[in-house]
T-cell receptor, first 115, second 113 residues
Framework: DADVTQTPRNRITKTGKRIMLECSQTKGHDRMYWYRQDPGLGLRLIYYSFDVKDINKGEISDGYSVSRQAQAKFSLSLESAIPNQTALYFC??????????????FGPGTRLTVL | SQQGEEDPQALSIQEGENATMNCSYKTSINNLQWYRQNSGRGLVHLIL?????REKHSGRLRVTLDTSKKSSSLLITASRAADTASYFC?????????????FGKGTLLTVNP
């Protein structure tokens, strides 16, 4: 069973629509992250959360919001989707306690297309 | 801004050959990690090297780190077709928000049978 799951896996929406991407994890990690990946640009950090009460903006947070509903759940919302938000979105988790490596564990991704 | 920059952007080799990918970064780091991504899938952690280490091995993977040049290399020996994927370096900075990783743009490796 996957430790980090994302729903939906694929989504096509129209400009101006509100959309939510969901991430759930069973790893028991406190830290969760949302990235977007665009061809040729690698991964860029949108938001990250170190625990339920700690949410921080990443390098490209404009146009996005997040909600950490529980330790295991971290949702990304696009309030009014625009075509340049078409990308592959990844959720990731990490647990630095007892693990100085800060290895991140990634979900399978959500492919979002905004028409 | 992105910390790591991989080189080359794309690499095509024959099965059995070795593949070397390089990563350069800009600021002081705590550690550097390499990840692999199969097409359209999530990233998978491969190996980590700390700033006080110079070389690390894991199976067919060998990573080197030169902090004076702010660069790292990933060597995959005896490559297989199944190694075809994109490879990303990611750095954890030594100051500031310590638990964020900054990813490079990746090297696309194609191993031809």
């Amino acid at each position: 069973d996957a430790d980090v799951t994302q729903t939906p896996r694929n989504r096509i929406t129209k400009t101006g629509k509100r959309i939510m991407l969901e991430c759930s994890q069973t790893k028991g990690h406190d830290r969760m992250y949302w990235y977007r990946q665009d061809p040729g640009l690698g991964l860029r950090l949108i938001y990250y959360s170190f625990d339920v009460k700690d949410i921080n903006k990443g390098e490209i947070s404009d146009g996005y919001s997040v909600s950490r509903q529980a330790q295991a759940k971290f949702s990304l919302s696009l309030e009014s989707a625009i075509p340049n938000q078409t990308a592959l979105y990844f959720c990731a988790t990490s647990d630095p306690s007892g693990s100085p490596s800060n290895e991140q564990f990634f979900g399978p991704g959500t492919r979002l297309t905004v028409l | 801004s992105q910390q790591g920059e991989e080189d080359p952007q794309a690499l095509s080799i024959q099965e059995g050959e070795n593949a070397t990918m390089n990563c350069s970064y800009k600021t002081s780091i705590n550690n550097l990690q390499w990840y692999r991504q199969n097409s359209g899938r999530g990233l998978v952690h491969l190996i980590l090297i700390r700033s006080n280490e110079r070389e690390k091995h894991s199976g067919r993977l060998r990573v080197t780190l030169d902090t004076s040049k702010k660069s790292s290399s990933l060597l995959i020996t005896a490559s297989r077709a199944a190694d075809t994927a994109s490879y990303f370096c990611a750095t954890r900075n030594s100051g500031g928000s310590n638990y964020k990783l900054t990813f490079g743009k990746g090297t696309l490796l194609t191993v031809n049978p």
